[in-house]
């Protein structure tokens, strides 16, 4: 039940409505346009086999009539051997002519040039051969059921006349416009409506569905009627209905590519990925030292967010953090940090009550009053006080609510929180904020301590910040300190608190922990009385 609802989620039955309908609506239109094809290529077959047809009539009638003129044309007219002899050759000669015989005034045949037995002939029709004067056109049965055409015409001098017979088979087509074997139904007809012959033992069925083609004989009259049926048609295009096919199955196969594919879309999907990280547990918290610089002690750390992948790469907070606050994930994010933090480095801190804990706060977050319920709940489970913790107000755009974010920021206070301003000197974070918010800690951006002993302005501007925030009561961070001269002109300054390199980097929670241990150890006292799993 939990499998099937998980693969039935709406985005699911989604992804499989639109699915069916990719692989529907090619389908569809596939078949339709097939039918459409068959439709056409049929008519097309039949019109061409019932032209083709008619021709194949004519060219039989053409030679025969040529070859009796020709005959008549040399005085062939009775049963004479030189006469036969005549016959002979031109049956021989004349490609559709089977024989040649000379039929007397009462209609019956006197002589034939094949000199064969002959069977009994049965005259079915008979009729004067359109459009060529003189000729005759009968249709004759055989005993056998074999049916010829008799082409005649009067010989050239006597009562006699030239006859040449064709079988009827040559009158019919034999193979498909194709060229395959013909299988549709074909009648032909002489034009006074006598069949010559037909193909097929069968005719097909009389259905709308079939395709009838026609045509006529403007010489001689004939015409041609070919029926072929719809499933003719089907079967002379497997090869295409197969290429459709193929060709779906091929659509399928690269649709279910892309169905496989799509659960990964998320990796191109930066926000979604951020999350599945967040919830995987892959934003981990980093800690850089801060130091005392008059004593060398150690007053704490600030939190860095390091995004830990599964294949072991780091990637650094500047890549990930603008999207977090856009996506709007950075208030879970914050919140899951805080949680680890009192997790992992709870127990070191809360036993040195001096030192404090300092975690990045997007400005947006103080905008919200939900916040202030949210860290009170986090740390009031842990061993870290309110009171330890600092949280630096990050703004990479200006404060939208100024006076919410007051609030907000009056109440974390009123709870023992500190709040510092990040960055101060650089983009957003200027005087007026310093002022106005009712901070308890200014951090003075890297930009500056790299100035200070270099550049007289910077070095003024410093001066006037740490003067003005030790008047406001404000304790000063220096940022991103990396030589001992540094410390030397901070101090100089009468700055107190600063992070850098020169100091530590930002640690895994492992190595800050061992840190502590090592510069600021317990009294031995305080360690007994602590629980195993905490000093483990
Ligand atoms: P930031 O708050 O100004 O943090 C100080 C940055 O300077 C850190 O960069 C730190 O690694 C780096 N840094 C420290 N000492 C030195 C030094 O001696 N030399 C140099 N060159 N750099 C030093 P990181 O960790 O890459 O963080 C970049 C920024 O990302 C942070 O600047 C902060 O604005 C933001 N960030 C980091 N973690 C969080 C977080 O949990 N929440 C929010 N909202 N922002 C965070
Ligand atoms: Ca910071
Ligand atoms: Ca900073």
């Excluded at 569809?28 to 077959?45: C, K, N, S, T, Y």
């Excluded at 500190?418 to 101060?424: F, K, M, N």
């Excluded at 910077?458 to 940022?479: F, G, P, Q, Y």
């Amino acid at each position: 039940m939990a499998l099937l609802s998980r693969v039935f989620t709406r985005r699911n039955l989604f992804a499989i409505a639109a699915g069916i309908l990719l692989v529907g609506v090619p389908l569809v239109a596939f078949d339709f346009w097939l039918e459409g094809f068959i439709d056409r290529q049929g008519q097309v077959e039949v019109d061409t086999s019932a032209r083709r047809a008619v021709a194949l009539a004519e060219s039989r009638v053409v030679q025969t009539v040529k070859a009796l003129d020709t005959l008549a044309a040399r005085g062939v007219d009775s049963c004479q051997p030189d006469h036969l002899d005549a016959m002979r050759q031109t049956a021989f000669t004349t490609v559709p002519t089977k024989e040649i015989t000379i039929v007397g005034p009462d209609g019956r045949s006197l002589c034939t040039d094949l000199d064969l037995g002959r069977a009994e002939r049965k005259t079915i029709s008979s009729e004067p051969l359109a459009g060529v004067e003189g000729y005759f056109f009968d249709v004759v049965q055989l005993t056998t059921g074999q049916q010829l055409m008799r082409l005649r015409r009067a010989a050239a001098n006597g009562p006699n006349q030239l006859a040449a017979w064709v079988p009827a088979g040559l009158f019919k087509p034999q193979i498909s416009s194709e060229g395959g074997p013909f299988s549709a139904m074909a009648r032909i007809h002489t034009a006074a409506g006598h069949e010559i012959g037909s193909v097929s033992a069968r005719p097909p069925e009389a259905t709308v569905a079939n395709f009838v083609g026609r045509a006529n004989s403007d010489k001689y009259g004939f015409n041609v009627e070919i029926v072929m049926t719809r499933e003719r048609a089907l079967a002379g295009q497997t090869d295409l209905k197969w290429l459709g096919m193929f060709g779906t199955g091929a659509l399928v196969l690269i649709l279910a590519t892309f169905a496989l594919l799509l659960p990964r879309r998320d990796a191109n999907n930066p926000a979604a990925e951020l999350q599945r990280a967040l919830r995987a547990g892959e934003l981990v918290p980093y800690y850089q030292p801060i130091v005392d610089i008059r004593s060398g002690q150690l007053r704490g750390a600030e939190v860095l967010v390091r995004w830990r992948k599964p294949d072991g790469t780091l990637v650094m907070p500047g890549s990930f953090i603008p999207l977090a606050e856009s996506s709007g994930l950075i208030l879970e994010m914050t919140r899951d940090l805080m949680r680890r933090v009192c997790v992992e480095a709870g127990p070191a801190i809360g036993l040195r009550p001096g030192m404090k804990i300092s975690f990045n706060f997007a400005g947006k977050l103080f905008a919200n009053k939900a916040i202030i319920k949210d860290v009170r709940n986090i740390f009031s489970g842990s061993q870290i006080n309110l009171s330890q913790v600092v949280l630096e107000l990050t703004e990479r755009d200006p404060i939208e609510n100024f006076t919410e974010t007051r609030q907000v920021i009056a109440a974390l206070q009123g709870m023992g929180v500190r709040i510092a301003i990040d960055d101060v000197g650089t983009g957003h974070s200027g005087l007026s904020y310093m002022l106005k918010l009712g901070v308890d800690i200014i951090k003075i951006d890297k930009m500056f301590v790299d100035a200070i002993g270099t550049d007289r302005n910077s070095s003024t501007i410093v001066e006037t910040l740490v003067d003005l925030a030790h008047n406001m009561r404000m304790d000063v961070v220096a940022e991103g300190v990396e030589t001992f001269e540094q410390v030397v002109h901070l101090r100089e300054l009468g700055i107190r608190s600063a992070q850098g390199y020169v100091f530590a980097p930002p640690l895994p929670g492992s190595a800050f922990l061992q840190l502590v241990e090592a510069i600021d150890p317990l009294p031995a006292t305080v360690v007994d009385t602590l629980p195993q799993a905490e000093v483990a």
